[in-house]
């Protein structure tokens, strides 16, 4: 049996000014003939379809025309689960005409899918919370998931009864899969699970989060899971949210983070994007294979501190997406700052980086301050507006007030 497993697709998402759907539809397209030329059996999208909540019409009609494609007419299972940037209702929606494709949509951990055919043969064998079994067309064994989209402490408090503490979370799902496997997987199929959630190696290294990521372990979302809590029945687990390809463990089975299609955020410069081939029979190790995707303009960026320089590295560059940042005396006259804006038609804003030993009279308090050697970020920015402002009075925020600030970041509600 040949599954593909591919994540993050953020569908609708923009970098700065920059719409990525032409990208999105090129890099989709040769994920579906990966599908075709490896003749898989089943595709499994790890949540994050969409950016956000409410995508446009065209994000939309992108994600139904790929999954129909990859359906291959129903003769091809796809599942499809919610990420923390989708609405969970959004994704269930068409799930009546998806069916008729062979195409499963779930949104919450306590989806329970309808059993159905499609004419080509795919059959929904079983199905309960959080689990569905099928038999596949071209297959002799069953293919049995174990799903869980992504879900916040509210929503698992909801719909698994689960309490908000890190412990409770991990326990609760450890029962969960461990229920679902005791009672669905055996050494007759083929068993799986995936799922949208920040998952690690106890002991072992935290992953780090993309830059523009809505962080699902410190600020409103649910904590880290080990790799310990997966049931030990379980061939593979299918992760999404980490936007870089990596195995977080090998034990109980390959716990795999596909990677997002494309390199949304600068810290995902220069990563090389894959999704991943897994070959798995019953009572067997799978055997994967990370495919390398070449479609999507990489991001590259960049640091000079003379004009011509930068000019020279910009022309070079011209198929990329690209971020420079200027270290001067002063700031970039505006002669200077057009000559580089007018040789790219793919940068982002200028990131300024001015180093000024003079001394300053602040025009507030008429104090004189003397500025660091260094640039400071948009959170250093924060603290000393927020030390100068009404409701600061010369204090530094606090941890919530930071945390809701990085959270703000992090929705590009600033675009």
């Known amino acids: 049996m040949k599954i593909l497993h591919t994540a993050d697709w953020h569908l609708g998402k923009r970098l700065d000014n920059f719409s990525r759907l032409e990208e999105q539809k090129e890099v989709l397209t040769e994920i579906c003939e990966i599908a075709e030329q490896q003749q898989v059996d089943a595709v499994i999208v790890a949540g994050d379809l969409f950016d956000n909540f409410n995508p446009s019409a065209e994000a939309t009609e992108l994600l139904y025309s790929t999954l129909h494609r990859l359906s291959h007419n129903g003769t091809r299972a796809v599942i499809a689960i919610a990420g923390n940037h989708d609405s969970p209702e959004r994704i269930e929606v068409p799930d009546a005409l998806a069916r008729a494709c062979g195409i499963i ?130 061939q593979y687990v299918a992760l999404g949210h980490l936007h870089r390809y990596q195995t977080v463990d090998t034990s109980p089975c390959p716990i795999v983070y596909s990677s997002s299609p494309l390199a949304y955020s600068f810290s995902e410069a220069n990563q090389t994007k894959y999704v991943v081939l897994i070959e798995a029979e019953p009572a067997t190790e799978v055997v994967t294979m990370p495919i390398a995707l070449e479609k999507g303009k990489k991001l590259m960026r960049a640091k000079f501190t003379a004009v011509d320089d930068a000019l020279a590295w910009l022309e070079v560059h011209q198929e990329a997406i690209v971020q420079i940042t200027m270290v001067t005396d002063n700031y970039l006259e505006s002669g200077d700052k057009k000559r580089l804006m007018d040789a790219h038609a793919m940068m982002l804003p200028i990131v300024p980086e001015v180093k000024q030993n003079k001394q300053h009279l602040d025009a507030q308090n008429s104090k004189m301050v003397l500025l660091d050697e260094k640039f400071q970020s948009m959170e250093e920015l924060f603290i000393e507006y927020f030390k100068n402002s009404k409701e600061g009075k010369g204090q530094t925020p606090s941890d919530s007030v930071m945390n809701l600030f990085k959270e703000i970041q992090s929705l590009d509600i600033y675009e």
């Open 105 to 234: 949509f779930v949104g919450y951990p306590n989806t329970a899918i309808q059993p159905f055919a499609t004419q080509a043969g795919l059959v929904i064998t079983k199905a309960d919370k959080g689990f569905v079994e099928i038999q596949l067309p071209n297959q002799k064994v069953p293919l049995r998931l174990i799903l869980t989209p992504y879900a916040n402490e509210l929503r698992l408090k909801t719909y698994l009864g689960v309490d908000n503490t890190d412990s409770g979370l991990r326990e609760h799902l450890q029962q969960h899969w461990q229920d679902l496997a005791n009672r669905y997987f055996d050494e007759q199929g083929v068993n799986i699970l995936a799922t949208h959630l920040f998952m690690m190696k106890k002991g072992g290294e935290q992953p780090e989060e993309p830059d523009d990521e809505k962080p699902i372990l410190h600020v409103g979302g649910a904590s880290v899971i080990y790799s310990e809590n997966i049931p030990s029945q379980t």
